[in-house]
């Protein structure tokens, strides 16, 4: 009797661990992401990006600042913040793996925001653009 009982409880907790490691894997997304792929906050995403596993925002759908900010990149400046232009460095692993120096960050201005805000733009030297409306928690691939 108690080498049935020790069996049914092996068994059961065989279960849950293969259990809970299904979920895991069912919402981690790809290598260096934590959770399920989604877009920034506020943000509607159109699809996902195949070479990056990102959900994909249409320049029309960015806010006005975005598409502003956008501008100023294509036209080299002037910025409004020295810290735009700065190495960024993917510490959040979110973005592609490339090699060190590759994307560049712009602030996007928030209105009624006392500082720089919260809303990002990043350009990798290959020219792919993403867009985080949340510091870095998340992105989306702007296309273009």
Request: charged share 15%; no cysteine.
């Amino acid at each position: 009797m108690r080498g049935s009982s020790v069996a049914i409880t092996a068994a059961v907790v065989l279960i849950a661990i293969v259990g809970v490691i299904a979920i895991g894997l069912a919402t981690s997304g790809s290598p260096g992401r934590t959770g399920p792929v989604s877009a920034p906050s506020g943000t509607p995403a159109a699809a996902v990006d195949s070479g990056s596993g990102l959900p994909t925002i249409a320049r029309a759908s960015l806010p006005p600042e975005a598409r502003a900010t956008l501008a100023l990149i294509a036209a080299g400046g002037p910025f409004p913040f020295d810290a735009d232009g700065s190495t960024f460095q993917n510490r959040e692993r979110l973005l592609p793996s490339r090699p060190a120096g590759t994307y560049r960050e712009y602030t996007v201005k928030t209105p009624g925001s006392p500082d720089r805000g919260a809303r990002r733009i990043v350009m990798a030297s290959t020219g792919e653009l993403y867009w985080s409306a949340d510091h870095y928690a998340s992105f989306a691939r702007i296309l273009p």
